[in-house]
């Protein structure tokens, strides 16, 4: 098993994100666009910061169902939004990964 990292990568129209990724590669957090690449590391830094904290989670659930959460800053600013899950344990599961991997996470630029 690797180890977790946050992938900075452009979109199509030219804007950044980030995504972190589990120690076996999944996708667990996908930050919001940002118009400069000094904005999304901004925005892994605040991952970092507001990772363990519980209360800073959004337990959500789609209209088709699927279970999802979003982490939020201290300002209540949504800083990234998991993926989809079948089941809440596996949302919660989700959350459980990103309050462990987010803190000890490099970060690899992929732009």
């Known amino acids: ?14 804007q950044f994100y980030f995504n972190l990724k589990a ?3 999944e996708v667990i957090l996908t930050s919001e666009m940002y118009k ?3 904005g999304c590391i901004g ?12 209360k800073n989670y959004q337990r959500k659930v789609a209209i088709n169902g699927q279970y999802y959460f979003n982490l939020k ?3 209540g600013e949504i800083i990234g939004t ?3 899950y079948n089941t809440a344990q596996g949302r ?20």
Do not use: C, H, Y
């Open 73 to 75: 800053a201290a300002s």
């Open 1 to 14: 098993m690797g180890k977790p990292k946050f992938e900075i990568k452009k979109s199509s129209n030219d």
């Open 92 to 111: 919660d599961n989700g959350i459980e990964a990103v309050k462990r991997d987010a803190p000890i996470a490099g970060t690899e630029d992929l732009t």
């Open 23 to 25: 120690g076996n590669g």
């Open 43 to 54: 925005g892994i830094a605040s991952v970092k910061v507001n990772a363990p904290f519980d």
């Open 82 to 84: 998991s993926e989809m």
């Open 36 to 38: 400069a690449k000094q």
